[in-house]
């Protein structure tokens, strides 16, 4: 067959058979959805640490590595995390509410056209874009990658292909379970302990559940850069 004859065939199939999916960018995908019971009193993505709500240290970490910042979250909590946030991030909201972090990660992966998405929970602040842009890299040419930290694999943060990460939350979603059967179907790189920690120490991947958690971090700004 010649050149011409390809080209023209080409042509008459439908785009998806002819080439790869076209890369569509970067998306930073934050889940903010839960009720935050250990957290008495407030929503605790909008606890401050060094004068700026949890939420707003991920947004931050996510902008200078995404093409877009997608929030998941309930309608209730909108108004709060918009003003909290300030420079006008996207909302993903969860039709039904309060079906825990797997149904809101596959509510916000919905609400993106990018090719690849970090996945960061509200209460993880101290995040480096440094290690998201890390990631990315680790992720590229796989469903996805997460960090092995502290002797285990984490299932946050990640950076997951979007398309097999909707894929994989419907599998795990079929047999009711959570986030840890959702990245056992998507299959991942795991990036091994000693990769991680020539980026980032283990401190960067705290997450603040009580206030005691957030007593223990106060003060300790962003010193995670990587
Ligand atoms: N959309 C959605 N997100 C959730 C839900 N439950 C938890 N999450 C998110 O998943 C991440 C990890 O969850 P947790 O650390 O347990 O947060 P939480 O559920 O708000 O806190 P607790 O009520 O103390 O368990 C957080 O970013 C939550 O916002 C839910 O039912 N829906
Ligand atoms: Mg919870």
Known sequence: MSLTDNESAAETLPAEETAAHADTGRAGLILAGGRSERFPTIDKALAPLDGRPLLGHVADALAPVVDERVINCRRD??????????????????????????????????ATEATYAAVVPCDMPFVPAGFIEYLFGQARHNTGAI?????????????????????????????????AAFVSALDPVVVPERAVTAHVGSAAFANIDTHEDLAAVRGEGRRFEG
Do not use: N
């Open 147 to 179: 960090p092995r930290v502290d002797g285990r694999q984490r299932s946050l943060p990640a950076v997951v292909h979007v398309r097999a990460a909707a894929a994989a939350c419907e599998d795990a979603r079929r047999h009711d379970e959570g986030l």
């Open 77 to 110: 909590q909108q108004a709060a995390f918009a003003e909290a946030v300030g420079d006008d991030p996207r909302f993903a909201i969860d039709p039904v509410g309060d079906r825990g972090p797997l149904s809101g990660l596959r509510t916000a992966l919905a």
